[in-house]
């Protein structure tokens, strides 16, 4: 569904209750990209990156067409970064029982410092009920970016909150996808390796391979449907050698 004609930005159901949203955005004398933030609607509502702050409005509109913006409870994203948490503040200021959720080492270092309200921070492998969907956090650190980095899965749906992992450029029509996302993710990073590169990169891909994710939503691109421990795997084994 269009939830804006002017900017093109769009909502998608990409799992029972989760919902993708798109806005694709003209980078200046460069190729399309597009930026997505995803929906939880449960008893305790939550969003997945806010995108960056001049994109609010837009997806709060986008939001309001599945539920009412200021019922969220819960505003997550995996790192400091204004895609993942640029619009932080404008929700928790329409949302006046919405807290941030991120790691311990992101509540410590920037966020309880920038958020007009105290973060949820959580631990390694916690979980956090939101109703129907239940959330097990992932601590991440430097993969792909970011010492204080982790990602979220919904144990109900097997869906992976993947964030940067699998950026694919253009403007991207597609929600969601049962084609690989492997080639065109980095064919995207040989351009601009976003990658950290740390000692741990590849043992924590695998081990989130373990978990066996059925949906890669993904912060830049389309969200994927399949064997998504087959694609972190081949991610793992592909970022073995720097891109070029």
């Known amino acids: 569904m269009i939830t ?46 806010t995108g960056p702050r001049k994109l609010f409005p837009l997806v709060a509109e986008a939001i309001g067409k599945i539920l009412s913006v200021n019922s969220l409870r819960y505003i997550a994203f995996s790192h400091y970064e204004a895609d993942e948490c640029g619009s932080l503040n404008e929700f928790l200021a329409v949302a006046p029982n919405a807290v941030p959720v991120c790691s311990k080492v992101a509540a410590m270092v920037s966020v309880d410092d920038v958020a007009d309200r105290p973060a949820k921070s959580l631990g390694d492998t916690e979980t956090l009920s939101l109703g129907k969907h239940t959330l097990r956090w992932y601590d991440t650190p430097h993969v792909p970016h970011g010492w204080e980095a982790g990602l979220m899965m919904d144990l109900q749906t097997r869906t992976l909150f993947c964030g940067d992992l699998f950026t694919q450029g253009g403007g991207d029509e597609t929600p969601i996808t049962e084609s690989d996302i492997l080639a065109p993710s980095e064919a995207f990073r040989s351009q ?21 994710p059925e949906v890669l939503a993904c912060m830049h691109g389309s969200a994927y449907r399949g064997n998504g421990a087959a694609a972190l795997s081949a991610l793992a084994k592909s970022l073995r050698s720097p891109a070029h």
């Open 192 to 212: 601009m390796d976003y990658f950290s590169h740390g000692p741990n990169t590849e043992l924590l891909l695998e081990r989130l391979a373990g978990d066996q």
């Open 4 to 49: 804006n004609r002017a900017s093109l930005t769009n909502i998608h159901e990409i799992a029972s209750g989760i919902y993708r949203i798109n806005t694709p955005v003209a980078i200046p004398n460069g190729p399309a990209f597009n930026f997505n933030q995803y929906l939880i609607a449960d008893e305790e509502p939550l969003v997945f990156h």
